[in-house]
């Protein structure tokens, strides 16, 4: 590392990075205080190289929300609905799995699914879901359920305990729960932006159940609304915390607070270089963390090209419609190609790679070298 171009007070956590040794919670504040981006990027760069090398990936998925009825009102949510509301809605089965039909033929490896917390779809409505699913495919992935979700069916719908309701549901198809829900752990701030919802113990306590049951899941932070910098470092300490009881998360998936058109309206979207900074202060203190995936439905494709230079590993997946951001205001695509990640990644002069769910990787692009300015020039 060339130290030179370290601000004098980061150069004893460069040491710390270059050594590979971990980074305290003061560390952690003390970069996101910094205001040299070039100097955190390049220190963060130091951890995405040691872990992944020179490739970044892409995974080939569909997202469906099958739902966004919900019982709760969290306050940085626009896309919650109650059964009244003109803009709720409630895809039949059928429909869900005609939609995933469709989408195999192109490749894909894993559906993404997540909800509301719907207060009369039955037990057998679910399981018939992933019933459905894995006969479509038995290798297509299923990733489905956050952390809340998976309580409010075990407690309101399945009426049954969680390790019991999480087996159920193994059982009947599901590969892996998603890491939403978590927001900002502090509960001062919980009880301001989505009371009612689980507490940073619960939350936790969802993806440890599933981890000690092989299963292994994604983590993620909502950040840019109303809390503080130690608020973060303190979300970030407790996903650390769980990961080295664990090791159960697969990968770590930050997004910026989407204000828009929700009740914190007012509150000013995270800028660019905050969002590049929390990707890496996220990627330096989660040193147990191997992935690190940039959100492009929040930061926009070519901010999330850049972050390959902040940290970021992955550009996450194709998506191929996406309605909770975006009914929150973001104005980036619903989908992604294949051409257009890989095009991305290669013009940062990393390796463009097919993941799959547990980021393992499938097969490197045609063309996988990173390639020339000449030859970018000409793509
Ligand atoms: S964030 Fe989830 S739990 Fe909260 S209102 Fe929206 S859909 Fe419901």
Redo the contacts with the bound molecule.
């Keep these: 590392m060339n130290y030179t171009l370290i601000p004098k007070e980061l150069r004893p956590i460069a040491e710390k990075i270059e050594a590979a040794s971990r980074i305290s919670e003061r560390d952690a504040l003390i970069l996101y205080r910094s205001n040299d981006l070039n100097a955190l990027g390049m220190l963060a760069n130091v951890v995405r190289e040691r872990k992944n090398g020179n490739f970044a990936t892409y995974i080939h998925n569909r997202y469906i929300n099958y739902s966004?009825i919900?019982?709760?009102?969290?306050q940085?949510?626009?896309?919650?609905a109650k059964k009244r509301d003109a803009h709720a809605f409630e895809h039949a089965v059928s429909e869900i799995i005609q939609a995933v039909a469709e989408a195999l033929p192109l490749g894909i490896t894993e559906v993404h699914m997540?909800?509301?917390?719907h207060p009369t779809l039955k037990k057998e409505w679910y399981l018939d879901l992933l019933r459905g699913l894995r006969a479509l495919d038995p290798d297509l992935h299923i990733k489905a359920f956050?952390a809340?979700?998976v309580r409010?069916l075990a407690q309101r719908i399945f009426k049954m305990p969680i390790p019991e309701t999480l087996e159920l549901l193994r059982e009947t198809g599901l590969g892996s729960i998603t890491g939403?829900?978590a927001?900002i752990f502090d509960a001062g701030v919980r009880d301001r932006i989505?009371r009612?919802?689980e507490t940073a113990e619960e939350w936790l306590d969802v993806h440890r159940i599933w981890h000690r049951m092989g299963g292994r899941s994604t983590c993620t932070m909502l950040y840019g609304h109303i809390e503080t910098l130690e608020q973060r470092v303190d979300h970030l300490r407790q996903l650390r915390g769980l990961q080295d009881e664990t090791a159960g998360f697969s990968g770590f998936v930050p997004f910026a607070f989407e204000p828009q058109t929700t009740v914190l309206a007012h509150i000013k979207r995270a800028s660019a270089i905050e969002q590049l900074r929390n990707l890496a202060v996220s990627r330096i203190y989660l040193d147990n963390i191997d992935h690190l995936t940039a959100y492009w439905v929040s930061l926009g494709l070519p901010l999330a090209q850049v972050s390959l230079s902040y940290g970021v590993d992955d550009l996450h997946g194709t998506i191929m419609e996406e309605k909770?951001f975006h009914m929150a205001g973001a104005t980036t695509p619903q989908q992604q190609s294949i051409a257009a990640l890989e095009h991305a990644i290669r013009e940062a002069r990393r390796i463009p790679v097919q993941r799959d769910s547990y980021y393992r990787h499938l097969k490197r692009s045609t063309s996988s070298r990173p390639r020339s300015e000449a030859e970018l020039a000409c793509a």
């Design positions: 966004n919900c019982v709760l009102s969290c940085f949510c626009a896309f919650a997540v909800g509301g917390l956050t809340i979700e409010h939403g829900g927001e989505c009612g919802k909770i």
